[in-house]
C-alpha cells in the first residue's frame, strides 16, 4: 500500500521555525516529483512548494518564497519542507503529495494525510 506519512507540525510563535517531513511507504520516491500544499480554514489548498526526483529544481509560492525550503532524501525516501519565520497566516494544515512524473507538480498520485501548523503567540 502505498502511503504518504507527514511528520513536524505544531504550535510554534511568530518568527520560529519548523520543518515537515514527508516519508514514503510501499512505493518510492526516487522519481517522483514531490509537493507541498497547506490548506488554511476556509480557504482553499495552495500548492506552496515542489521539488523535481534529482532535487535539483525547486519552485516556491510566493507567499513563501524566502523562507521556506523543500529538500529530499532519496535514500531515506523522504522529502522535507524546513519553514522559517513564520507569521500567523501560515497557520494551515500541511500536505505533502507524490506526482506522476519526475519534473514537476502537475498530478498528485498519492497524498499524505496532513500535518497542523499553528502559528501563534
Known amino acids: 500500500q502505498s502511503q504518504l506519512v507527514e511528520s513536524g507540525g505544531g504550535l510554534v510563535q511568530p518568527g520560529g521555525s519548523l520543518r515537515l517531513s514527508c516519508a514514503a511507504s510501499g512505493f518510492s520516491l526516487d522519481y517522483r516529483a514531490i509537493g507541498w500544499f497547506r490548506q488554511a480554514p476556509g480557504k482553499e489548498r495552495e500548492g506552496i512548494s515542489c521539488?523535481?526526483?534529482?532535487?535539483?529544481?525547486?519552485n516556491y509560492a510566493d507567499s513563501v518564497k524566502g523562507r521556506f525550503a523543500i529538500s529530499r532524501d532519496n535514500a531515506k525516501n523522504t522529502a522535507y519542507l524546513q519553514m522559517n519565520s513564520l507569521k500567523p497566516e501560515d497557520t494551515a494544515v500541511y500536505y505533502c503529495a507524490a506526482h506522476v512524473g519526475s519534473a514537476y507538480c502537475a498530478a498528485a498520485v498519492v497524498w499524505g494525510q496532513g500535518t497542523q501548523v499553528t502559528v501563534s503567540s
Open positions: 521539488i523535481s526526483s534529482s532535487g535539483g529544481s525547486t
